[in-house]
C-alpha cells in the first residue's frame, strides 16, 4: 500500500487513527504495530515474515548485546542483520554477473528496515541508546508505516524517548501534521506523476533536448517523490506524536556535490557517515586513505540504491565529485557565486542519468550531439511541457518557503492557509485519480 | 481555533468520500466509456485481492469524473499543456497524436499478402486505408501519422488493388470527439467504393435517427472544450436483410439500439465489435457478394452498401483467428476488400 492511493487515506489512515484515538496508553503502540504489519502485509503478503523476523531478531540480539558487549558479537550481529538484504538484493546481481538468471523478489523496504535494525543493535552496543524492552514499543519504531517503505531511516535514539512513554493528542501538531502529509501528496500527486508521466512521453524520442528535458525531468520527479514521502511520514509521525528529522533540504540549490548530498535523503548520508564513513577514519587520515574512505562510502550508497552496474557507476560518479571537490582545482568551482549552483546542477543531472539509464554512454552521446539536437517534436515538448517543467524546479527551490515566512505574519493568512490544505488535497485527488499513473520507485529498495 | 475546523471539516470530507465510495454501485463510466472494476473475491491471503481492491475504490471513488476533468483542465490552464494524454482540440474537433510504427505498417502489409496468397489467391482483392481527421486540419502538428505519408508504401508493397478515397473525405466527416468517420457524411464514400470494386452502387433509401450526447473515445482525454457529438445513423426497411453474428450465433439488427446509453455509443453500429459477421439482402439487385475485413470504421459504412450486395461477410481479425478463415466456407466468387483505418495499420499487433 502506498500513501497515495485512495485506500489509504480514505481507509487504512481513518480505521488507524480510529483505533488509535479509541485506546488508551499503552495500547496505542500496540494499534501502530498491527496497522504496520497489516499495511506491510497488504502490500508485500507473506513477505511481511521477514520484517517480522527482523523486528525479533533486533529486538533480542540489541537485549543480548547490551549485556555481552564484545566485537565479535557485534560483527555477528551486523551479518545477521544484513544477511536477508544480501541474499533478497544482491544474490541475483551476484549471480547474473556469472551468467546465471535467479530471480528473487525484493521485500519491499528492506533496504530501510534492515538499515534501522542494524542501527539500532550498533548504538545500543555503543550505549548510544539503552535496548527497549518493549517489543510492542520497538516494533513501532521499526515497523511504522509512515516510514516503513521509502523511508526516511529513523534512528532508534531520535523517537526513543516519544515511542516508550504515552503521546497525548496533540491538535496543533495534528494540525502541522496534516498540512505537511498534504504538502507531500500534492509533491507526489500532482508534481512527481505528472512529471513521471512527462518522462514517459517523451521517451519514443531521442533528439539532444529532449533527452535533456527527459534527464532534467527524472531529477525532479525523483526529488519530489522521494521528498514527498519523507514529508508525508513526517506528518504521519506528527500525528501519532513522533518527530522525525528532515530528510531533505532542497538539494538542487546545493553549490557542490557534498552539499548536495548533505540536503538530499539526509537520513542515508548520516546512516552511512556514522556506521561506516567514521568507523573508517573519516577525513582526520592521511589523503590517500581519505580517499579510500570516501571511494567505499560511495560503492555502499551506489549499491543500496539498487543492484546492478549502473548504480555502482553512480555512487563512484558521486564518490569522485566529492574527491575531486576536495583535492583539485574544481574547490574553486564550488566557491564562484551561480557557477556554483550550476556546476553541480550539471553534474547532478548527469550523474542521475547512470541512476535512470543503463545504456548511460549512449543516452549521455545522445544528449551531447549537436547534429540532433532540435528538431519540431522537441520544440513541441518544450513549448507543452516547459512550463510545469519550470513550475517544478521553482517548487524545488526555498522560494516558496521563504515567501511563506514573509506572508505568515498577515492577520489573515491562517484562514488561507485553510484553504489552501484543502486545495491541495483536493488537486492531489484529482491528479491521483486524473493520471491514472501512480508509479511507486522503490521496489528496488 | 482554525486548527481545530480545519481537523474536524478534513475528517468529515474523508468519511464522507469513504462512506459514498464504499456506496458507490455504478458499474460504468461514461467519462471514460468503460465498465468499472467490480468488487474482488474476498481472500484476504491472495496479494491479487489488495490489488484489484486498489483498483476498485479507485474506479469507485466520488466525484471521480469530476477529478478527472479538473485534472485535465489544470494541465491546460494552469500548467500550459498543448495536449493531453496526446489528445489535442484544434478547429473545434479533437485529435489523437501519433508515432509512426513502421514495424507495424509493414508486419500489416506481410500479412495482409499472405492472406491473400493463402485465400484469395483467384479473387479481385482491394484495399483501403482510411485517412485520419488530423490529415484535414490546416494546424501542423508534430507528432503526428500522415496518410500521405503511408500511402505510398501501401501502394507499392501490397499485392493488391488500392483505393484511394483521401479525397472524398474532409473534416466534416470525422465526429468531434471521437476518431471514427460519421456515417451521414460518407455516402459518397460508399458510391466510390462500390464503384471502384467494379460493382453496381444502390442507394440505400431510409431516414437517419439521432443519438444525442455521444462522447466519443477521444472526450475523456481532452480539455473538454469540445461539446459531445450526436450520431445520425440511417435506419432502413430491414425485413429482406438478414444479420448473422457468429460469435452470438444468432440474428442481429443491421443497428444495435441497445447499444444507446452504453459507454461506447458508437457500437450501435452493426453490433459493435464482432469477429465475424455474415449479411445477406435478398432484395439486392444484383448477386454481387463482398467479403470484407475491417476494423471499426467499416461498421458504419457497411450499411450504406447492403442494397449494393446480396451477401457481404465481415472479418475482424483482431477477434477472428485468420488460420481459421477455411471454417467459414467464404464465397471464392467473391471480390475481397481490407478495409483499415490508419489508427489501425499503425497498431497491427492485434491482428491474428
Known amino acids: ?445 | 481555533m482554525y486548527k481545530k475546523f480545519t481537523i474536524i471539516v478534513l475528517a468529515v470530507i474523508v468519511l464522507f468520500i469513504s462512506i459514498t465510495t464504499i456506496l458507490n454501485k455504478n458499474t460504468v463510466s461514461y467519462l471514460e466509456r468503460r465498465h468499472l472494476a467490480s468488487f474482488p473475491k474476498v481472500d484476504l491471503l491472495d496479494p491479487d485481492f489488495y490489488s484489484d481492491l486498489d483498483t476498485y475504490m479507485s474506479d469507485h471513488l466520488l466525484w471521480r469524473d469530476s477529478f478527472i476533468k479538473y485534472s485535465s483542465l489544470a494541465n491546460r490552464y494552469l500548467f500550459g499543456f498543448k495536449d493531453n494524454h496526446g489528445v489535442y482540440s484544434s478547429d473545434g474537433y479533437l485529435f489523437e497524436t501519433a508515432i509512426e510504427d513502421d514495424d507495424s505498417i509493414n508486419d500489416l502489409i506481410a500479412k495482409t499478402n499472405g492472406l491473400k496468397d493463402t485465400y484469395f489467391k483467384d479473387q479481385e482483392v482491394y484495399f483501403i486505408a482510411i485517412p485520419r481527421k488530423n490529415d484535414y486540419t490546416e494546424r501542423y502538428f508534430p507528432l503526428d501519422l500522415r496518410y500521405d505519408d503511408i500511402k505510398d508504401s501501401l501502394k507499392d508493397n501490397l499485392d493488391m488493388d488500392y483505393i484511394d478515397i483521401s479525397d472524398l473525405l474532409s473534416l466534416d466527416s470525422y465526429y468531434h470527439t471521437d476518431i471514427h468517420w460519421r456515417q451521414d457524411k460518407i455516402e459518397a464514400v460508399a458510391d466510390y467504393i462500390v464503384r471502384s470494386l467494379g460493382d453496381e452502387y444502390s442507394e440505400v433509401e431510409g431516414t437517419y435517427k439521432t443519438i444525442n450526447d455521444f462522447k466519443g473515445s477521444l472526450y475523456a482525454s481532452s480539455f473538454y472544450d469540445v461539446a459531445p457529438d450526436q450520431i445520425d445513423y440511417l435506419t432502413f426497411d430491414e425485413t429482406d436483410i438478414s444479420v448473422y453474428d457468429l460469435e452470438k450465433d444468432a440474428y442481429v439488427g443491421v443497428y444495435d439500439e441497445g447499444a444507446i446509453g452504453h459507454p461506447d455509443m458508437y457500437d450501435v453500429f452493426l453490433d459493435g465489435p464482432s469477429a465475424y459477421i455474415h449479411i445477406e439482402n435478398k432484395k439486392a439487385p444484383s448477386d454481387q457478394k463482398l467479403i470484407i475485413f475491417r476494423d471499426s470504421f467499416a461498421s458504419s459504412l457497411i450499411p450504406l452498401m447492403i442494397d449494393s450486395y446480396a451477401s457481404i461477410d465481415v472479418i475482424d481479425l483482431r477477434y477472428f483467428n485468420s488460420s481459421l478463415l477455411d471454417t467459414l466456407e467464404l464465397d471464392q466468387d467473391a471480390k475481397v476488400l481490407f478495409m483499415y483505418s490508419l489508427e489501425f495499420i499503425n497498431k497491427s499487433g492485434a491482428l491474428r
Not at chain 1, 300 to 320: I, S
Open chain 1, 1 to 445: 500500500m502506498v500513501f497515495s492511493s485512495i485506500n489509504f487515506i480514505f481507509y487504512f489512515l481513518v480505521i488507524v487513527i480510529a483505533l488509535y484515538a479509541l485506546v488508551k496508553g499503552a495500547y496505542k503502540n500496540g494499534v501502530l504495530l498491527l496497522s504496520s504489519l497489516f499495511f506491510y502485509f497488504y502490500g508485500e503478503g507473506t513477505l511481511v515474515i521477514i520484517l517480522v523476523g527482523t523486528l525479533l531478531f533486533s529486538y533480542y540480539y540489541a537485549r543480548f548485546i547490551e549485556k555481552h558487549r564484545k566485537p565479535i558479537y557485534l560483527f555477528i550481529g551486523m551479518v545477521i542483520s544484513f544477511l536477508p538484504l544480501i541474499y533478497f538484493k544482491y544474490t541475483s546481481f551476484i549471480l547474473s554477473n556469472f551468467g546465471i538468471i535467479y530471480h528473487i523478489t525484493l521485500p519491499l523496504g528492506i533496504s530501510f528496515f534492515s538499515f534501522q535494525a542494524a542501527s539500532y543493535i550498533i548504538d545500543v552496543y555503543r550505549e548510544d541508546v539503552k535496548a527497549s524492552h518493549s517489543l510492542v514499543n520497538y516494533g513501532t519504531y521499526l515497523t511504522f508505516f509512515g516510514q516503513l517503505v521509502a523511508g526516511p531511516i529513523v534512528r532508534y535514539e531520535t523517537i526513543a524517548k516519544e515511542v516508550e512513554k504515552v503521546r497525548p493528542y496533540n491538535e496543533n501538531e495534528t494540525y502541522i501534521g496534516i498540512r505537511r502529509f498534504m504538502v507531500g501528496l500534492f509533491k507526489k500527486c500532482v508534481l512527481a506523476n505528472m512529471l513521471g508521466l512527462i518522462v514517459s512521453e517523451m521517451s519514443a524520442y531521442d533528439s539532444g533536448l529532449i533527452l535533456w528535458m527527459i534527464a532534467i525531468s527524472e531529477v525532479l520527479q525523483l526529488y519530489f517523490d522521494f521528498s514527498a514521502y519523507s514529508d508525508m511520514a513526517i506528518g504521519l509521525g506528527l500525528f501519532f506524536g513522533f518527530h522525525f528529522l528532515e530528510n531533505f533540504d532542497y538539494p538542487l540549490m546545493a553549490t557542490s556535490v557534498r552539499t548536495f548530498w548533505q540536503r538530499w535523503h539526509i537520513s542515508l548520508g548520516t546512516w552511512f557517515k556514522d556506521y561506516v564513513y567514521f568507523p573508517l577514519g573519516g577525513s582526520r587520515v592521511k589523503p590517500l586513505r581519505h580517499i579510500f574512505n570516501l571511494l567505499v562510502v560511495w560503492l555502499l550508497t551506489g549499491l543500496w540504491h539498487g543492484a546492478a552496474w549502473n548504480f555502482v557507476l553512480w555512487g563512484l560518479y558521486f564518490g569522485v565529485l566529492i574527491i575531486l571537490e576536495r583535492y583539485t582545482p574544481l574547490r574553486n568551482l564550488t566557491k564562484i557565486k551561480y557557477v556554483d549552483h550550476i556546476y553541480t546542477l550539471f553534474v547532478v543531472i548527469i550523474g542521475f542519468v547512470f541512476f535512470n539509464h543503463p545504456d548511460t554512454l549512449g543516452y549521455l552521446a545522445k544528449m551531447f550531439d549537436i547534429s540532433s539536437f532540435i528538431d519540431p517534436v522537441s520544440i513541441y515538448y518544450l513549448s507543452s511541457y516547459g512550463l510545469f517543467i519550470l513550475i517544478a524546479f521553482i517548487g524545488a527551490t526555498p522560494l516558496i518557503k521563504r515567501i511563506y515566512r514573509k506572508v505568515i505574519c498577515f492577520k489573515y493568512f491562517k484562514y488561507i492557509e485553510v484553504i489552501g490544505i484543502f486545495a491541495l488535497f483536493f488537486m492531489s485527488l484529482a491528479y491521483l485519480v486524473g493520471l491514472g499513473f501512480n508509479p511507486f520507485l522503490y521496489f528496488r529498495f
